[in-house]
């Protein structure tokens, strides 16, 4: 903003730079620290005509804020707005974890039943975050990387 303040242009991008700070204060009242950083014009720019319910946002920012799981809290903002969870950055299944779940299978795929390497399987959540899984051993299973994309991919 400061190196364009003497622009003959500079009026539009300041109006363009007020009208995102008032769309972002509509749509997400209560400011918190984690809202830095998040690349709120290109949020703007997709997001800015759609009709959103500013406190059922809100309720849903405390609940992903509260969650365990979620360890990105600056990702909550694009999350709530594009439903993609890899803003998100949920936990992932650790190696250890991912060894006793590998041995647990006997190195079978839990999908498609064949034997594969451990560097050729992938830790997935039985129940998905988006369903109220957990990232826990018991909601964990292995499967090799076609069956883990396919499964990904419906």
Same mark, same amino acid.
């Given at each position: 903003?400061?190196?364009h ?8 991008? &300041? %109006?363009?730079?007020?009208? @995102?700070? /008032?769309?972002? $204060?509509? @749509? ?10 998040? =690349? &709120?014009?290109?949020?703007?720019? @997709? ?10 946002? /809100?309720?849903?920012? %405390?609940?992903?804020?509260? =969650?365990?799981? @979620? ?12 439903? $993609? ?8 299944f ?6 006793r ?5 006997? !190195? ?5 039943? =064949?034997?594969? !390497?451990?560097n050729?399987?992938e ?5 998905? &975050?988006? /369903?109220? !899984?957990?990232?826990?051993? =018991? ?16």
């Open positions: 903003m400061r190196r303040q003497h622009d003959e242009n500079a009026k539009p991008l &300041w %109006e363009y730079f007020q009208s @995102v700070i /008032e769309w972002v $204060e509509a @749509v997400f009242p209560n400011y918190r620290k984690s809202m830095k950083g998040v =690349d &709120w014009g290109s949020l703007y720019n @997709v997001y800015k005509d759609k009709e959103v319910d500013a406190a059922k946002i /809100e309720a849903e920012v %405390e609940t992903l804020l509260d =969650d365990e799981e @979620v360890t990105k809290e600056s990702g909550i903002y694009p999350y709530v707005l594009t439903r $993609e969870a890899k803003h998100l950055n949920l936990r992932q650790d190696a250890r974890m991912k060894r779940m590998y041995r647990k299978q006997n !190195g079978i795929c839990a999908i498609c039943n =064949d034997p594969f !390497g451990l050729e399987m830790a997935d959540h039985i129940r998905p &975050w988006i /369903e109220g !899984g957990k990232t826990v051993e =018991d909601n964990c299973q292995m499967l090799c990387r076609d069956c883990n994309r396919e499964k990904a991919a419906n």
